[in-house]
């Protein structure tokens, strides 16, 4: 059966964009406000704070790996930061190595970071499924999943596109299977981690274009209809048919930039008529799908 997970970071098309060595010593600090891209870390050697906005500050030890795939402002610091406002001393030793506080100072910290880009249009719609942080440890796959992130980026070999979207794809997919509990905020993992809702979700991805009712989706988890939407919206964090809109419009949208036929999209995601699928879409997008279809082949 179809696996959401799955599905939603191959819709999201993520693609490298900045992949680096980062050493440290003595007191150092780096600072970042939402420059629009996701970011990764895995520390190879000490620890290192890191502070996202709104949030407590973390400490960042060997063996840890940090994912953020929503656009945050954040710092990352030496255990004892400098004053906020001190001079950054950031040096690119070689390409891609940087050396972060005294250069003279032991090298104190070592952490492979990086940044990617998500090409799907409806990246916003998709990262709200995925937790908002994804901090593990010990995880040595996803360790040696950012080295070798890191080892193609810097060499010129046949095919390294694909090879770089293919490992940051196994990249999120590990992150997100490491992070999957029913301890995560509300989303996708938290109802995938329900034996319960799994198969639903299963089932609305792998059959959108199926008629579907919150009756109809109650009974198959043989629950009633209060129950289970209640369990969905409490654990998804939407209400049943709000998701399988949501999904329905992020694979139209991917069909449309396609150039699939209007009349096949409609029934592909479970609309009886194009014009029934022309008022959805317009009311979830703001514009109608011929509209869609033509700026995106202005782009």
């Not at 970011?39 to 994912?67: K, N, P, Q, S, W």
Request: hydrophobic share 45%; charged share 25%; aromatic share 6%.
């Amino acid at each position: 059966m179809t696996d959401p997970v799955a599905e939603v970071v191959s819709l999201l098309k993520p693609s490298p964009s900045i992949s680096k060595l980062v050493t440290g010593g003595g007191r150092w600090l780096v600072e970042r406000t939402e420059l629009g891209s996701p970011f990764y870390c895995a520390v190879v050697e000490g620890r290192c704070l890191m502070t996202i906005a709104g949030r407590e500050a973390m400490v960042l030890a060997a063996g840890d790996f940090v994912l953020v795939p929503k656009i945050f402002s954040f710092t990352m610091s030496s255990m004892e930061a400098p004053p906020r406002g001190a001079l950054a001393q950031r040096l690119e030793t070689s390409p891609g190595v940087f050396r972060l506080g005294d250069p003279e100072w032991p090298t104190e910290i070592k952490a492979l970071v990086g940044h990617c880009q998500f090409g799907s249009d409806d990246k916003a719609l998709l990262v709200s499924l995925l937790p908002e942080v994804i901090h593990v440890h010990g995880e040595e796959r996803l360790m040696a999943l950012v080295r070798m992130i890191n080892e193609e980026t810097r060499a010129d070999r046949a095919a390294r596109e694909m090879v770089l979207h293919r490992l940051l794809e196994v990249l999120f997919i590990d992150a997100i299977r490491s992070a999957a509990s029913a301890k995560a905020p509300p989303g996708l993992l938290r109802g995938m981690a329900d034996p319960l809702l799994a198969p639903t979700l299963r089932r609305i991805h792998a059959n959108p274009g199926r008629s579907i009712t919150v009756e109809t989706l109650a009974k198959e988890a043989a629950m009633s209809r209060s129950t289970f939407f209640d369990r969905f919206r409490k654990e998804v964090g939407v209400a049943p048919m709000e998701y399988a809109t949501r999904w329905r419009m992020a694979l139209a949208k991917e069909l449309l930039r396609d150039e699939v036929a209007m009349a096949e999209i409609a029934e592909r995601v479970g609309y009886g008529s194009t014009s029934a699928f022309n008022v959805a879409f317009s009311r979830h997008v703001g514009m109608p799908p011929g509209a869609y279809s033509r700026a995106i082949a202005a782009t």
